[in-house]
């Protein structure tokens, strides 16, 4: 596709376009008016002038008697010099020249072919060929006292002079056009910058793509958004924030509408009207709960309105605890404290039916199961931290009925860095979380986790006995959202990815519908002098 001229190009081409027609055509039209005009004035002139000579009593003596003694010749040539004009003939009714400007064509007959009117008693101007060459022509009749014609005068301007005059006009249009033109141009020029500069330089495709880029944006975020201009009235909002706000009607249908008929408690124009930044504060709209931050408007130091952003509070609270791995810690301590209550009422139980020998037996078998663990696991997992999260996700793995276990190989030096011990739990908890999840509908059901600590690399191996992955989500199984479980699902994997990446290792996967899957963890790791 041909790229179109920029803006400023297109209008200054356009602008100088339509300048350059209106001063053409209007020279033109001025120049076709202005040369009738000097046909007209021209030719009244010399109907002047002939009126004068034809009403002087000397001509018409002279051409009623019929003598011609000079004088004619002579008062014709005064006229002439007098009036400014090319020619002054006077002649009789057989057309016979009394006077011309060559004294010798005196006596000849009139040259033109336009003289047979005047003859007849008519007054008219006209343009003929005559001897000294084309001219305007001006004829009167010339009349005795008593009303009878006997002559004509014809007085003319040559059409060299008349020439003359309308390059003369023609030269003062063009000037005046280009000097017209010269304006345009300028015009143009300051025009197309103020719109350039009006437009921050942008193009109008680039503007386009700015303004679907915008509503794009806007359509994707997760937060609600509705902005107000300096009246109160919705100049955006997004399809979020219609579902939050619980307004059914399209986007359209709300602009312009006062922000105070939606939602009465924005708070929009009380901020916009003092001017102050309000973040995170927690608001009812409609019994939802929400964190919203609203900001006025200034441009060019003015406050022009006012926008506001909100989310669900549940929301906010739900994604944090996955952010920040409280969720893990929450669940493990939960599992422990249901094992710890089952244990309890079993005990409970066995008090009350006085089965005292039974209760000791059951007593020292828990205790002995209980250090077991506890003893296999802290052997192996020097850091306690993840010791004491990996006996809670034993103790959830027997709650849910799952066998899980620990290899006997593994091995987990204590760590230079402690805040080291956060990454690795979000990184194995999720992990362990995703192959409980797998093991659901499975019909053999086992996970097994193995963490061995090498050359200061940190190997973490999960796996399950699971239906495996398809290949459809093979490509964005770190993703964001991406989960073959419900809604608000598919976390976990891309927590596991951004702590890897954060601690500068890798993360890969294996899995089929046979073997289930394993996940592989690997990341550099800086170990105390104790090791397994």
Known sequence: MKKLPRLQTRIILLVCSLVTACLLVTGFLISRVMKADIHSQTGNQALGVARQVAFDPLVAQALKLGRDDGRVQAFASRCMAAAKVDFIVVFDMAGIRWSHRD????????????EAAVLAGSEYTSVAEGTLGSSVRAFTPVYDEKGKQV?????????TQVDKLQRQIDLIIVMITLLGLTFGIGGALLLASNVKKTLFGLEPEEIAKLLEERSAMLQSVREGIVAVDRGGHISLINDVGRHMLGVPVAEKMLLGKLVSEVVPNSRLVEVMQSGKLEFDQEQ???GTSVLTSRVPLVVNGKTVGAIATFRDKTEVKRLAEELTGVRMYVEALRSQAHEFMNRLHVILGLVRLECYDQLAAYINQIAFDHQTEVDFVSRRIKDP????FILSKLSLAREKSIPMQLTENSCLPGPKQTDMS??????IGNLVENAFDALAQAALREVTLHIFYEAEKLTISVSDTGPGISGELAATL???GVSTKAVNRGIGLSLVKRSVERLSGTVTYTSNTAQGTVFTVTVPYES???LC
């Open 151 to 159: 002559g004509a005068v014809l007085v003319g301007i040559l059409m």
């Open 528 to 530: 105390k002098v104790i």
């Open 385 to 388: 931290v993840i010791a004491g």
């Open 422 to 427: 956060h990454e690795l739990v979000t990184i």
């Open 103 to 114: 004294p010798e064509k005196v006596g000849q007959h009139v040259v033109g072919g336009d």
């Open 284 to 286: 009812n709209i409609f």
């Open 478 to 480: 770190f993703e964001c």
